[in-house]
């Protein structure tokens, strides 16, 4: 059984910085492509991140780019979203996602294709 939990949300500044935290119990974690989405209030689900099984190739969003970083530790089990320079448009619940589909060299961007969803952490950045 896959689970993904979450951490490391909060309230912050405009201008700060929060570093999430995706703990995934997967026995073959390397074999999952990872990545990060986001839900504002009233807004549908926006891809964030996204990283490749084995942490060569990540994917951003446009509003995003420059500001946050993805990586992940494989003998860890870990995925981390560095996110810099936040501004109240990036106020969110954030989810951690996991990905067995496609082939190995393949990194989903869309929602539909991660197999596995953690509960979420609330970021909240003040102006």
């Known amino acids: 059984q896959v689970q993904l939990a979450e951490s490391g949300g909060g309230l912050v500044q405009a201008g700060g910085s929060l570093r999430l935290s995706c703990a995934a119990s997967i026995r073959t974690f390397s074999r999952f492509a990872m990545g990060w989405f986001r839900q504002a209030p009233g807004k549908e689900r926006e891809f964030v991140a996204a990283i490749s099984r084995t942490g060569s190739q990540t994917y951003y969003a446009d509003s995003v780019k420059g500001r946050f970083t993805i990586s992940r530790d494989n003998a860890k089990n870990t995925v981390l979203l560095q996110t810099n320079s936040l501004k109240p448009e990036d106020t969110a619940i954030y989810y951690c996602?996991?990905?067995?589909?496609?082939?190995?060299?393949?990194?989903?961007?869309?929602?539909?294709?991660?197999?596995?969803w953690g509960q979420g952490t609330q970021v909240t950045v003040s102006s």
């Open positions: 996602a996991a990905s067995n589909t496609g082939s190995i060299s393949y990194t989903p961007q869309t929602g539909p294709e991660y197999n596995y």
